[in-house]
């Protein structure tokens, strides 16, 4: 009973942690799927189940 409770209480808490190697990946896997953009990123495409592609903005001077 304490290991299911031990596993419970993990996958409790590693549930909702987000990473960025479990994201779906667009764009030449230059942007994210997600349900809506931030507000340093753009909307370049459209994922499957109804999410945004979204593209982080980069500043003037960081462009190559």
Known sequence: ?????FLFAVLFFL???RS???DEKCYHVGGRCLKSC???EELVAL????????LPLQPCWKNK
């Open 38 to 40: 931030r507000k340093n």
């Open 15 to 17: 549930g909702p942690a």
């Open 47 to 54: 994922c499957q189940k109804s999410l945004k592609c979204c």
């Open 1 to 5: 009973m304490r290991t299911f409770l």
């Open 20 to 22: 960025e190697f479990f």
